[in-house]
């Protein structure tokens, strides 16, 4: 398996503009995540899915913010407007429901707004 | 809801010594486990050892190993005969094992470690 796959790798955009981040989990894991990472509030949870239905989106910070998980093999997360806070590196992982369930992570996209 | 403290934000350690990093928790479950992933400057997280809160054996993998004290909630990372390639921000993590919270990792802040050569 390829393992979890984020694209891009790097973005970098204007204020003001859309944003899409994408993500392909693991074949058969049935949870998937998306954690913004930063300097000053570390790993945050934005939003996570269950066998693609979103369980909790508490962590999304404000209403520009959108995730979605069409199917079990791919999900975006979406940022419009983009403003110079939403900088930071977004993770996407993905885990099996049953037994002892790590994480398996993507290489993040590291997401600059200017 | 549950918290995770790393209370060390840098740690330094020689080449071939051993060092130990520190993590305590907050929770009022009594299943769950607990994880810590290793960050190097790829910004790759990488999972290097994980233990079930119901198991009283601390888990080793290699070089890595962990002190688990449940009562305390404290789970700790021992990394013997440190090597260069050890040198990374690393993170505690905690996981339900059940409820509303399930499936959700909660990380400790991180603590960077550097290793001499």
């Known amino acids: 398996d390829a393992g979890v796959i984020q694209s891009p790798r790097h973005e970098v955009t204007e204020m003001g503009q859309e944003v899409t981040l994408r993500c392909k989990p693991i074949?058969?894991?049935?949870?998937l995540f998306w954690y913004r990472q930063t300097m000053m509030r570390g790993l945050e949870l934005l939003i996570y899915f269950n066998n693609n239905v979103p369980i909790d989106d508490s962590g999304m910070p404000e209403d520009r913010f959108s995730a979605k998980m069409p199917n079990a093999s791919f999900s975006t997360l979406k940022i419009q407007p983009s403003e110079p806070r939403d900088s930071a590196v977004y993770f996407c992982?993905?885990?099996?429901?049953?037994?002892?369930?790590?994480?398996?992570f993507g290489s993040g996209t590291r997401l600059t707004v200017v | 809801a549950q918290t995770v403290t790393q209370s060390q934000p840098e740690m330094s350690v020689q080449e071939a010594e051993t060092v130990t990093l520190s993590c305590t928790y907050d929770t009022s479950e009594s299943d769950y486990y607990l994880f810590w992933y290793k960050q190097p400057p790829s910004r790759q997280m990488i999972l290097v050892i994980r233990q079930e809160a119901y198991k009283q054996q601390n888990a080793t993998e290699n070089r890595f190993s962990v002190n688990f004290q449940k009562a305390a909630k404290s789970f700790s990372l021992k990394i013997s005969d440190s090597q260069l390639g050890d040198a990374a921000m690393y993170f505690c993590a905690y996981r339900s094992s059940g409820g509303t919270s399930y499936g959700k990792l909660t990380f400790g802040q991180g603590t960077i470690l550097t290793v001499h050569p």
């Open positions: 074949s058969g894991h049935d949870y």
């Open positions: 992982a993905s885990s099996f429901y049953r037994g002892l369930g790590g994480y398996t």
